[in-house]
């Protein structure tokens, strides 16, 4: 599916690499993360590439994001971080009510797939996604794939993209 630029949170942006892609491909994005450390460096590398992007320290959990809602949440590895059933379902819950009607979710998760013996993202099952998700999104598709980065060995990870559920 083609997402066209639009009003866009990406949750646990880090150095905020997602975000300014987005913005460079005309998203208006706010990038929020709870580490100031990382928001800093975010705005400082959007500042270099000359990109307009808004960068919040704040916590999701605990916070309404100013601008939702949003047509597009996107998180890559953030998401993730949550190991129970529980946790992964109230973060998907305030990924819904922070977006408009049909609005998408973008997330890309560890993938449990992988058998490893050295460190590396948190690993969630299919099922763990589903689960959680499920109750206020559809998923519009859910692919085995591997987290982008310069290594050669990447971990393996789950690409979902979901609907918010119009009864939410
Ligand atoms: C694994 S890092 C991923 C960073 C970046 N998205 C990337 O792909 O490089 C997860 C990020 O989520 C942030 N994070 C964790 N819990 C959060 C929360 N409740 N609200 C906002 N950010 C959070 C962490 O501080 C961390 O920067």
């Known amino acids: ?21 987005l913005a460079q491909n005309n998203f208006d994005v706010i990038g929020i993360d709870t580490a100031e450390i990382a928001i ?31 047509k597009f949440v996107f998180d890559r590895g953030c998401f993730h971080i949550f190991s129970s059933d529980q946790e992964r ?16 979710w973008l997330s890309i998760v560890g993938n449990a797939d992988e058998l490893r013996d050295h460190p590396g993202p948190p690993q969630r099952t299919a099922r763990d996604i589903v689960n959680s ?4 999104f559809e998923i519009l598709s859910l692919v ?3 987290f982008e980065s310069d290594r050669s060995n ?14 939410i």
């Open 89 to 104: 379902r109230n973060f998907a819950e305030n990924v819904s009510d922070h977006l408009e009607k049909d609005g998408l």
């Open 1 to 21: 599916m083609d997402i066209k630029p639009c009003n866009v949170l990406e949750i646990g942006c880090g150095t905020g690499n997602n975000s300014i892609w």
């Open 133 to 136: 998700v499920e109750p206020y």
């Open 40 to 70: 800093q460096k975010a705005l400082e590398k959007a500042s270099k590439a000359n990109v307009k992007c808004t960068f919040i320290e704040i916590n999701f959990l605990e916070n309404k994001i100013e601008g939702a809602p949003f």
């Open 154 to 167: 990447t971990p393996r990870a789950w690409v979902c993209l979901m609907r918010k559920r119009s009864s």
């Open 144 to 146: 085995s794939s591997h």
